[in-house]
């Protein structure tokens, strides 16, 4: 169906001429713009998205760009490095400091009470 002869096509004629009779379906072209130039997408044979030599794909990201999935195991996992934690307390009953062992590395938390008030808590140092 070809459009009237004015410039202004309206949204259907759009469609209309995008219709692939072969597929039966509405198609449309994916193009791609650098700034400079466009230029259609390319697909390979398979209809993935087609990537230039020497393009950045998961295999070869090494500088630090490359996305990472981690997959989070069990605190009670071999692979885990548990910490072990022990808590000391003062007189008053207070928590005091917070040890945990990481390997052979203690590293403490202490925490700081004024009139029975917990005013301060530690970054972790190790010992």
Same mark, same amino acid.
């Given at each position: 169906m070809n459009p009237t002869t004015t410039n202004k096509h309206t949204p259907q004629n759009i469609l209309n001429w995008s219709f692939d009779s072969d597929f039966n379906l509405l198609t449309v072209g994916?193009?791609?713009?650098?700034g400079s130039v466009t230029r259609r *997408? %390319? *697909?390979?044979s398979n209809g993935e998205l087609?990537?230039?030599?020497?393009? &950045?794909? &998961?295999?070869n990201q090494t500088n630090g760009? !490359? !996305?990472? %999935?981690? %997959?989070?195991?069990?605190?009670?996992?071999?692979t885990k490095n548990n910490s072990e934690t022990d808590l000391s307390y003062d007189g008053?009953?207070?928590? !005091?400091y917070i040890d945990e062992t990481i390997g052979a590395t203690v590293y403490r938390t202490?925490?700081?009470?004024?009139?029975? *008030?917990?005013?301060n808590v530690s970054p972790a140092v190790a010992q």
């Open positions: 994916l193009i791609g713009y650098d *997408v %390319k *697909v390979n087609a990537l230039p030599t020497g393009a &950045s794909t &998961s295999d760009t !490359q !996305q990472t %999935k981690i %997959k989070e195991t069990a605190p009670t996992d071999a008053d009953g207070n928590l !005091q202490t925490l700081t009470y004024t009139a029975g *008030v917990l005013t």
